[in-house]
């Protein structure tokens, strides 16, 4: 169902492109792949915040995986509200050195791919064991620059999204399915 509020003066519409059931039933099987893949591993798995946080909350509880423990990472990118700008801020740091561990990065959608390059490339420098990407969304229609995805949950056509943990304005984070946002003018 279409979500639609007033604000600013005008009427914002969410029009859903993927289902609560179907991200869910989605990251059920992300999380089987990802169980196996890091079977018996001590995984370190890290949230991009904001965007990623809902997602990264569903997706842990479906690993089986004992060892694993979490970090937090917060960037933010400058530029205007509905394209990315590839100018990317680390807001937040990890907690913890990440020297000889396996990181599982989760983030919400890679568009161009920038910002997931600027993290690779920060990361790499501190020598963990290995790294791997699972990402909710793909855009590939944005691409700039590759960058290897590992594990990704849809792939979707070049619109901009909101819902999820995926924010316009720091609105809708907390709606449970992915939409388009539309935008109408009061009559
Ligand atoms: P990239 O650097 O790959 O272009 O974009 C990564 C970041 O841009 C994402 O983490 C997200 O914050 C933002 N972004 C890219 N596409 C969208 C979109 O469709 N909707 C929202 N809300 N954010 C997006």
């Known amino acids: 169902m279409e979500l639609i509020t007033e604000v600013n003066g005008r ?3 969410l029009v859903p ?6 991200i869910q039933a989605r990251i059920q099987e992300l999380g089987r792949q990802i169980s196996q893949d890091y079977a018996g591993q001590e995984v370190v798995a ?24 979490t970090d937090f990472l917060g960037l933010s990118s400058y530029g205007s509200r509905t394209a990315s700008s590839g100018v990317v801020r680390l807001t937040q740091d990890l907690s ?8 599982l990065v989760i983030e919400d959608i890679v568009d161009t791919g920038l910002t997931m390059k600027y993290l690779l490339d ?18 590939p229609a944005g691409k700039v620059v590759e960058v290897p995805m590992d594990y990704v949950g849809f792939t979707i056509e070049d619109k901009f999204v909101v819902g999820y943990g ?11 399915f992915i ?5 109408q003018d009061l009559p």
């Not at 939409?179 to 935008?183: K, R, T």
Request: charged share 30%; glycine share 4%; net charge positive.
């Open 46 to 69: 890290l949230a991009v915040l904001k965007g990623s946080v809902l997602f990264f909350a569903d997706l842990l509880r479906a690993l089986d995986l004992p060892l694993l423990t």
């Open 96 to 103: 913890r050195p990440i020297e000889g561990k396996h990181l």
């Open 17 to 22: 492109m993927i289902t609560a059931d179907e």
């Open 122 to 139: 920060n990361f790499q420098t501190r020598r963990p064991a290995s790294i791997r990407i699972c990402t909710l969304l793909h855009k």
């Open 11 to 13: 009427i914002e519409k």
């Open 166 to 176: 995926l924010d316009y304005d720091e609105r809708y984070r907390q709606v449970p």
């Open 179 to 183: 939409g388009v946002m539309e935008f």
